[in-house]
T-cell receptor, first 118, second 113 residues
Framework: DTGVSQDPRHKITKRGQNVTFRCDPI?????LYWYRQTLGQGPEFLTY????????KSRLLSDRFSAERPKGSFSTLEIQRTEQGDSAMYLC????????????????FGEGSWLTVV | QKEVEQDPGPLSVPEGAIVSLNCTYS??????FMWYRQYSRKGPELLMY????GNKEDGRFTAQVDKSSKYISLFIRDSQPSDSATYLC?????????????FGTGTLLAVQP
């Protein structure tokens, strides 16, 4: 079990540029999440996928953000025309959803991708 | 008002002390309660998971949930300098524990040797 892997770990970009982050979930996990975390705050939900289907998007996910999970395995999060307010840590997480309501499955996070927009 | 409130600290204790960390919440639909530990510039690491009310113990860690008061706690016994980190409470409701999590802001803990 290699855990949730994110790439790159750090990215510095100029305002207005596009950036893309990649997430490889734990191999048997069918659900994948993206969160954003700023300094001194807890992670905030952005979106999640069940296999390749994007099931929910937060209001935080503006039109400049797009997430994909084309084959139900890895996922990408792209931010277009970056703004300084996008500077944050972008966290990917995954879980295995079973049909039982209180199955006890939990969400495991990657190490995050730090974005600095200058 | 935020759905989940957590005192940001910082909380500083001597090595060996018992640490108490707490969160309150407003959404009665929450059924699943978790505590994550996060070291500086790292991703959150799951520590404890509890479904509904009650206590759960794992080594030096005990999680308590009081749904009637909408209050959850994490106790750390015999605290160690390696416990120094930010502790995040998280919770979810509808859809089970694998639905999206709502986090507190985190409490920064420093255990002094």
């Amino acid at each position: 079990d290699t855990g949730v892997s994110q790439d790159p770990r750090h990215k510095i970009t100029k305002r207005g540029q596009n950036v893309t982050f990649r997430c490889d979930p734990i191999s048997e996990h069918n659900r994948l999440y993206w969160y954003r975390q700023t300094l001194g705050q807890g992670p905030e939900f952005l979106t999640y996928f069940q296999n390749e289907a994007q099931l929910e998007k937060s209001r935080l996910l503006s039109d400049r953000f797009s997430a994909e999970r084309p084959k139900g395995s890895f996922s990408t999060l792209e931010i277009q025309r970056t703004e300084q307010g996008d500077s944050a840590m972008y966290l990917c997480a995954s879980s295995l959803v079973l049909r039982r309501e209180n199955s006890g499955n939990t969400i495991y996070f990657g190490e995050g991708s730090w974005l600095t927009v200058v | 008002q935020k759905e989940v409130e957590q005192d940001p600290g910082p909380l500083s204790v001597p090595e060996g002390a018992i640490v108490s960390l707490n969160c309150t919440y407003s959404n009665s639909a929450f059924q699943y309660f978790m505590w994550y530990r996060q070291y500086s510039r790292k991703g959150p690491e799951l520590l404890m998971y509890t479904y509904s009310s009650g206590n759960k113990e794992d080594g030096r860690f005990t999680a308590q949930v009081d749904k009637s008061s909408k209050y959850i706690s994490l106790f750390i016994r015999d605290s160690q300098p390696s416990d120094s980190a930010t502790y995040l409470c998280a919770m979810s409701g509808y859809g089970g524990a694998t639905n999206k999590l709502i986090f507190g802001t985190g409490t920064l803990l420093a255990v002094q040797p």
